[in-house]
């Protein structure tokens, strides 16, 4: 290793990666920057806005805000969303008009995943709580709560089927 800089392993959609990175190097500078995975936006850069989400084990968290010294475990972007929740949430996200500009569109898909993931019949204000981190200026989330439901529904009647 050298002084200036720090190497590490990530996970990242199932794949090692080994990089040398600088000391302070963040989450979402690794995905952009070497590892090449561009789904993730670098918006607020002070974990704010929700464009940065990943999943890091499971839970959704700004990729901007933690270094990637302090990352262990498996990283998820939306590059790595795949199979039937996945599939679901992004043909909801394209029936209901989720999206617009799309800047935010890799972020919200994320947090959205961890929803659906769960199945269960969210309140109006538990998904307006679950959205809060993740700023979209073009939609108003109605399309967003929409897609959720839709994409939630088809993955219960999938189970169920």
Known sequence: MAMDGIRTMLEVNGQPFELDLPPLATLAEALRGPIGLTGTKIACNA??????????????????????????????????????IADALRAAFIEEGAFQCGFCTSGQL????????????????????????????????????????????????????
Do not use: F, W
Not at 47 to 71: I, N, T
Not at 117 to 136: F, K, T
């Open 47 to 84: 974990g704010d806005c929700g464009a940065c989400s990943v999943l890091v084990d499971g839970r959704p968290v700004p990729s901007c805000q933690m270094l990637v010294a302090h990352v262990s475990g498996l990283v998820t972007t939306v590059e790595g969303l795949k199979g039937g």
């Open 110 to 161: 994320i947090v959205c995943y961890g929803l659906v993931e769960q199945a269960s019949a969210l309140s109006d204000e538990e998904l307006a709580a679950a959205l809060s981190g993740n700023i979209c200026r073009c939609t108003g989330y109605a399309g967003i709560v929409r897609a959720i439901r839709k994409a939630s529904a088809q993955v219960v009647a999938d189970v169920a089927g």
